[in-house]
């Protein structure tokens, strides 16, 4: 069975197809989210989402649009490769982790460790994840593509390629109309082997018109705000770590606090804090925390001032930490009626 693309699949048809779903919150959106360990709220607001995820034998497509800015940590599995792009008609600029290109670009990774991507607040991304040995199969005719794959990508690249781009888009459309018609196990199997099919030649056209791809490299921004991240987030966004001799070695203050800036328009210790409110509201979510009061909460993640905690809380989710407990399926522990 052979996929036959005729015509450029437009960003309009994709948006539209995220405008008629459900819009979700936060932590619906973030246990809909596919391969997802983590995700952080870093615009402040209410948030909204849309997202869908199809699935088919060896590949599957993701489209995804909310109107915050999110940091995500994603966790793939080694045997996969994972092109994102975004696809949205009215912002057609891919942008993740401070890196900004136009919509021929796309971004690469291979699994194999958790990948932490920062995508921008009103736009539609869409991250279309392939099996690695059948890709490599697939593309075998050309060696070099498949050391390429086993080795550059290993640290995630943004490639220029207008013609696979387009490929990208062309397919999920595909698979859009795919997934309405009814059929066996059977079919599905030869839907997701054609979609497979179709993105490898796609790749190798793209990759014997250039030779190779040109890639654009991650900023330097990126490996600061990627080590103090990590070393906040083993201090469980403890700040005092930001004056330590631990925190000194990553760097000076000033390249770590321009790197942050940079990428995400706060500084570290904002990001510490913001961490932290978001760790709240998972709590709050968690049944396991369902009789544990919120100001126990709020002290659990370095809280201690109670006004301070839901002025912020207030402030980042556009809501009382009060009123996300009352959403949740569980009773209030009894302290929060004091509390509120």
């Known amino acids: 069975m052979a996929v036959k693309i005729t015509d450029t699949c437009k960003p309009e048809a994709l948006d539209a197809v995220l405008q008629g779903l459900e819009t979700r919150d936060l932590e619906q959106f973030t246990s809909c989210c596919p391969d997802t360990a983590r995700i952080v709220q870093l615009g402040e607001g209410h948030f909204a989402g849309r997202l869908l995820d199809l699935n088919f034998p060896g590949i599957s497509f993701c489209l995804a649009w909310c109107n915050q ?36 670009w796309v971004l690469l990774q291979s699994g194999g460790d958790r990948r932490v991507l920062i995508s921008p607040a009103e736009s539609t991304q869409l991250t279309v994840k392939v099996s690695k040995r059948i890709f490599r199969e697939l593309t075998d005719a050309l060696p070099e593509i498949a050391d390429w794959l086993n080795g550059e990508v290993a640290r995630g690249e943004f490639l220029k390629t207008t013609f696979f781009a387009n490929r990208l888009k062309d397919v999920c459309c595909v ?45 330097r921004a990126l490996e600061f705000y990627q080590a103090v991240r990590h070393a906040l987030l083993a201090h469980d966004g403890e700040t005092e770590i930001l004056s330590s001799r631990e925190f000194s070695r990553l760097g000076s203050r000033r390249s770590i606090e ?20 978001n760790n709240s509201r998972r709590k709050l979510h968690d049944k396991a925390y369902a009789d544990t009061s919120i100001g126990d909460i709020a002290a659990e993640e370095g809280f201690w001032d109670w006004s301070r905690f839901t002025t912020y809380y207030r402030k980042q989710f556009g809501e009382l930490p009060s009123e996300t407990r009352s959403k949740c399926a569980f009773p209030v522990a009894a302290s929060d009626t004091l509390a509120a």
Not at 206 to 218: I, R
Request: hydrophobic letters at 40%.
């Open 258 to 277: 321009k790197a942050f800036a940079e990428l995400i328009n706060m500084g570290p210790a904002k990001y510490a804090r913001i961490v932290r409110l």
């Open 175 to 219: 698979a859009l109309e795919a997934s309405q018609l009814p059929g066996s196990v059977e079919r599905r199997q030869a839907f997701g082997n054609s979609f497979l099919a179709s993105l490898a030649t796609g790749l190798t056209f793209e990759w014997l018109s250039k030779q190779a791809f040109f890639t654009y490299q991650k900023p």
């Open 69 to 104: 800015t999110i940091e995500k940590e994603i966790d793939l599995h080694n045997d996969t490769l994972t092109f994102s792009m975004c696809v949205d008609s009215r912002r057609p600029d891919l942008s993740y982790n401070g890196v900004t290109k136009a919509k021929d």
